[in-house]
């Protein structure tokens, strides 16, 4: 992956929202089915520079399945797995995806990465998408990661979820101390 962290601050232009007129989603934040075992939630909320909710957000989520596999172009799906999750957040900024953990992939020059979620936010104010990722606490390959070490020691934590007792938490800050590492899309 050839991705830069982020450096400019986020655009404060008002540009929308209008993610319910065109990106709503019958799946919505269901990356696989309720009863597939091993699911889990990724639950976060997104907020602003001021540390307040973004009640209008769009999260969008795409990953491998647990064997490092992708839906292939012919819309082939490996065993009941979508590998994409659309939530929107709501008047508190929350939101939710059920998955489970993916398996690890190549980058294009045939490194390893961890394990993790490609998240996608867009929300007001914002003139594109944000890219940033969801690694796991305790994934052993996060200290190999290609991706994961090119971002400065002091902000590694932002892309890292936390354990919660339905599975992880993953807060968004678009602005401030805390400010999650965003990609170059």
């Not at 209008?18 to 934040?29: A, E, Q």
């Not at 969008?60 to 929107?88: H, I, L, N, S």
């Amino acid at each position: 992956m050839d991705r830069d962290i982020r450096q400019s601050r986020t655009p404060s232009q008002t540009v929308g929202p209008y993610f319910g007129i065109g990106l709503s989603w019958v799946d919505g934040p269901l990356v696989v089915a309720a009863a597939t075992a091993g699911a889990f939630w990724i639950r976060g909320r997104v907020t602003d520079g001021a540390n307040e909710p973004v009640p209008d957000a769009l999260i969008e989520t795409w990953q491998a399945d647990p064997e490092g596999g992708f839906v292939d172009d012919a819309g082939a799906v490996p065993a009941g797995f979508r590998g994409f999750g659309r939530c929107p957040t709501d008047r508190d900024g929350q939101f939710a995806i059920l998955t489970v953990r993916p398996g690890r992939v190549t980058d294009p020059d045939g490194v390893l990465q961890a394990p993790h979620v490609d998240v996608a936010v867009f929300a007001r104010g914002l003139l594109k998408q944000l890219i940033t990722r969801i690694y796991f606490p305790e994934s052993p390959s996060n200290d190999s990661d290609p991706v994961l070490t090119s971002i400065p020691d002091h902000r590694r934590h932002t892309l890292v979820a936390t354990k919660a007792d339905d599975g992880y938490r993953f807060d968004i800050h678009l602005q401030g101390d805390d400010e999650t590492a965003f990609f170059e899309p």
